[in-house]
């Protein structure tokens, strides 16, 4: 396994400071910066090989379900998004994006459901043009009202049926959820990347040791071997960091 950190794009010097294998971005974030910002940025991390994953895949104006999802603007966004991600080394991408598919009161969820399977089509698409891989994220009840369970997630990749369309486990909406960790074996095969935070969405370190070690000790189980990224604000201390991974890296040797 490899472990990577959630950060702003401009702290991407700290991942080697603490000695994390990767920088996760926030797609948005790059979305966003202009042309100028943007090419700074390229050539900032150029041969540094830092970048692996982005979350936050879609920007909440860019709507992907209910009565104003645009196919035609979903598809200008993915060309614009995905391209720049390519750019800065972005393989692994987490399509959350609570917002954008959030779907309104009173709009149809097999409506809702049909349009997120489009949606999927065209991510699909755009990505396997840059080499990437959609990592589906299932998101806690209380921040969105489609595709909450590792279930959801997996029915939702089976419908678009694409080899770069897959699962991420994120432990923290697992948790929130109250999902049984069962099936995380029962669809081992089709995870592709993993969210790490505690079980309030702090830093999940040895305060939470049973909660960790049971999770390490099943992807360790099932032969993961891709990237662990932690979504949660970290100890602002380096030193802190590097200790932390040491011991995720020993518990999954």
């Known amino acids: 396994m490899k ?3 959630c950060l702003p794009a401009s702290d991407y010097a700290r991942i080697n400071r603490v000695g994390a294998d990767y920088i996760e971005l926030g797609a948005g974030s790059i979305y966003r910066m202009s042309d100028d910002s943007f090419e700074k940025l390229c050539d900032d991390l150029q041969g540094k090989n ?3 994953s982005c979350n936050g895949l879609v920007v909440p104006e860019v709507r992907l379900t209910g009565s104003e999802v645009n196919f035609d603007s979903i598809r200008s966004y993915c060309e614009k998004t995905f391209g720049r991600l390519n750019r800065l080394g972005v393989k692994m991408l987490v399509f959350g994006s609570g917002n954008a598919k959030n779907v309104p009161e009173g709009f149809p969820m097999e409506k809702a459901w049909e349009q997120l399977f489009e949606v999927g089509n065209i991510f699909s698409d755009y990505a396997e043009k840059f080499s990437q891989t959609i990592a589906v994220e299932a998101l806690r009840y209380s921040e969105v009202n489609i ?4 279930e959801d997630a997996a029915f939702y990749a089976h419908k678009v049926n694409r080899s770069n369309f897959k699962i991420l486990i994120d432990f923290y909406h697992m948790y929130q959820n109250s999902e049984n960790l069962d099936v995380i074996e029962k669809y081992a095969d089709e995870i592709v ?12 370190d040895k305060s939470e040791e049973k909660f ?9 189980k099932i032969g993961y071997n891709g990237g662990v990224s932690f979504e949660c604000a ?3 201390n380096d030193e802190s960091v590097k200790a932390l991974l040491k011991w995720y890296r020993e518990l999954t040797e």
């Open 212 to 220: 960790v070690e049971e999770r390490m000790s099943l992807l360790k």
């Open 193 to 204: 990347h993993i969210h790490m935070a505690g079980p309030t969405r702090g830093t999940p």
């Open 3 to 5: 472990f990577g950190m």
């Open 234 to 236: 970290m100890p602002e």
């Open 147 to 150: 595709v909450n369970t590792i």
């Open 50 to 52: 830092l970048c692996y």
